[in-house]
C-alpha cells in the first residue's frame, strides 16, 4: 500500500513539472500583431487597390480618323488641344515627331481606355470602336495629307510589287500591313528600322530613300490599317510619275568579272542560301520569274547574257533597277557573284 502511495505520488509531481513553464528558456520574441478578424472590414485607407487592365478588342471594320476627330473634340481637346499639341500639364503632345514614332496604337489603347496618371479612363464613355476611332485621329496629329501623298506615291513604285497594292502581301512571306492586329503593336520606329536595314528577304532601303521618303511611306503603310480622311482637309496630289531613268553603273561594278568558276558547283551551293534568302520571293524558288516583270533565267538565252554581261548584272544586284532594290548594303561583292553563279545554274 505504501509503495503505491509512492507511485502516485510521483505521477503526479511529474505531472505538475510538465505542465510549469520553463525556468531556463529566455523571453520569447516580440509578440505577432493580432490580425484583423476575416469578419471586420480592413482599414480603407490603406486597403491595396486591385490592379485594372484592358482586354484588347479589335473593330469589325476600319478604325475611322473622321469618326474619331468629333470624339477627340468632345473628351480630349480640353486637354490635349485641339490641335493636339496639349493644354495642360502634363498632357502630351501629339504633334511630337520623336514621341509618336515611338508609340504603338496598342499602347496608345490601353491608355485611353484605362487611363494614366491624372488622365481618366474612357472605358465606360465610349465604346471600343469609338476608342480606336479616336486613336488614330490622333495619329493624324503626326502626319499630314502632303506626306501620305508622297508616301503612296513612293510605296506603288518600291514596294507595291511584294506587298501588294492593299498592303496584304502578294508575295509569299511579305507582312499583312492591313492586319492591325499585327500592325497596332509596331512603333513607326520598328517599321523605319526594318526599312532601312532590311529584314529576312526584304533588302535595305537605305541608299535608294532619303530619310524623309522612308517616312513618309512608313506613314502611308499604316494606313492599311485606318482610314485616314478627314473632311476638310485638303489632299496632296501625288507626285507626278517620274520617268524609269537607265542605270548609271559605277565602273566599279562593270570592270568586274566573276572570280569563280561559273560551273562550280560549291559556289553555286553557297549562292543558293543567298538566293533562297534575298532572291527567290520576287524572282521565284527556280528563277523562272515569281513576279511581273521578272526575268526568266531558266532560258539558256537569258543565263548566257548574265554570263556575257556579268558585270552590268551585278551592278543591277548592287544598285538596284525600277523596282529591284539595290543590294550592296546587305552583301558583299562575293556574295552577289555567288548568287549570280546560283542563277546561271538555272539555264544550264
Not at 131 to 159: K, M, P, Q
Not at 168 to 180: C, H, K, N, Q, W
Not at 315 to 337: H, N, R
Request: charged residues 20%; contains cysteine.
Amino acid at each position: 500500500m505504501t509503495n503505491k502511495i509512492a507511485i502516485l505520488s510521483s505521477t503526479i509531481i511529474l505531472l505538475l513539472t510538465a505542465c510549469a513553464a520553463p525556468q531556463s528558456l529566455p523571453s520569447g520574441p516580440t509578440p505577432i500583431p493580432t490580425l484583423i478578424p476575416a469578419t471586420e472590414p480592413s482599414d480603407p485607407l490603406t486597403a491595396t487597390a486591385v490592379p485594372s487592365f484592358s482586354i484588347q478588342s479589335y473593330p469589325a471594320g476600319l478604325p475611322s480618323a473622321e469618326l474619331g476627330q468629333e470624339l477627340y473634340q468632345t473628351n480630349c481637346a480640353s486637354c490635349h488641344g485641339e490641335d493636339g499639341n496639349g493644354v495642360v500639364p502634363g498632357a502630351r503632345n501629339f504633334g511630337d515627331l520623336d514621341y509618336m514614332r515611338g508609340e504603338t496604337p496598342a499602347s496608345f489603347y490601353s491608355t485611353v481606355t484605362e487611363g494614366r496618371g491624372e488622365m481618366e479612363g474612357f472605358r465606360d464613355l465610349m465604346t471600343s470602336d469609338e476608342i480606336w476611332d479616336v486613336i488614330f485621329y490622333v495619329w493624324r496629329f503626326s502626319t499630314d495629307a502632303e506626306t501620305l501623298a508622297l508616301g503612296g506615291h513612293l510605296y506603288e513604285a518600291n514596294c507595291q510589287v511584294c506587298h501588294g497594292m492593299d498592303g496584304t502581301g502578294e508575295v509569299l512571306g511579305a507582312a499583312d500591313l492591313s492586319d492591325l492586329r499585327f500592325v497596332d503593336n509596331q512603333a513607326p520606329r520598328d517599321f523605319y528600322l526594318i526599312t532601312t536595314q532590311g529584314k529576312g528577304s526584304m533588302p535595305a532601303w537605305q541608299g535608294r530613300l532619303s530619310q524623309e521618303e522612308r517616312w513618309a511611306v512608313i506613314d502611308y503603310v499604316r494606313t492599311f490599317s485606318y482610314d485616314p480622311t478627314i473632311p476638310g482637309e485638303t489632299v496632296a496630289q501625288p507626285p507626278p510619275t517620274a520617268a524609269v531613268e537607265e542605270i548609271v553603273c559605277d565602273p566599279n561594278y562593270l570592270a568586274q568579272t566573276n572570280p569563280f568558276d561559273w560551273s562550280d558547283p560549291a559556289v553555286s551551293i553557297a549562292g543558293q542560301v543567298i538566293y533562297d534568302q534575298a532572291c527567290g520571293m520576287c524572282h521565284g524558288v527556280d528563277g523562272s520569274g515569281g513576279i511581273p516583270g521578272t526575268p526568266d533565267y531558266t532560258k539558256p538565252d537569258i543565263t548566257e547574257d548574265l554570263r556575257t554581261n556579268s558585270g552590268e548584272k551585278l551592278c543591277i544586284v548592287a544598285e538596284g533597277s525600277k523596282s529591284m532594290p539595290g543590294w550592296k548594303e546587305t552583301l558583299t561583292d562575293q556574295q552577289m557573284w555567288e548568287a549570280l553563279t546560283y542563277i546561271y545554274s538555272f539555264g544550264k
